[in-house]
């Protein structure tokens, strides 16, 4: 007899505000890297940038609009997980994102995001118009545990 919810390695969904739905579609992606035997670095890696890329989404895409909601897309593979973010705004300049660490903003408790998805990440891509980030972790090899590409 089939599972009734079997587990899945990818899925698109719509998020809105409501953290539970969010926390749930987090704990199956995270469940779906731990099955195909990601190192707990990497899963905590993604952890991190998805949770950045759905805040930003949330916070500044979707911002003022009266149902904000946000799609997420994710795929679990042998070698590699792909997450896709994607909000309702008008998009932005990524290269336009003020340095966090500059002297002027080190202090400021906002606005690491971007910085944080770049450097857990293998990959992270802005589409045009900015609405959109497309987040690749490859697979840790022993000899290179973290390497990323902009």
Not at 4 to 33: G, K, M, Q
Not at 38 to 46: D, G, H, Q, T
Request: hydrophobic content about 40%.
């Amino acid at each position: 007899m089939p599972e009734a919810n079997p587990p899945r390695n990818e899925a698109c969904v719509t998020l809105d505000e409501d953290t539970s739905l969010y926390r749930r579609i987090e704990a199956e992606i995270l469940a779906a890297l731990e099955r195909a035997e990601f190192p707990k670095e990497a899963i905590f890696a993604v952890r991190l940038a998805l949770e950045e890329a759905v805040t930003n989404a949330l916070r500044h895409g979707a911002a003022g609009l009266p149902n904000p909601r946000v799609t997420l897309s994710w795929r679990v593979e042998p070698t590699r997980v792909t997450i896709v973010v994607e909000d309702p705004g008008p998009g932005f300049n990524p290269d336009a994102v003020p340095d966090p660490t500059a002297p002027d903003r080190i202090h400021l408790p906002s606005g690491r995001g971007i910085m944080l998805m770049r450097a857990f990440m293998t990959r992270v891509e802005f589409t045009p118009p900015g609405n959109r980030v497309i987040m690749t972790l490859d697979r840790p090899s022993a000899s290179q545990p973290h390497q990323r590409t902009m």
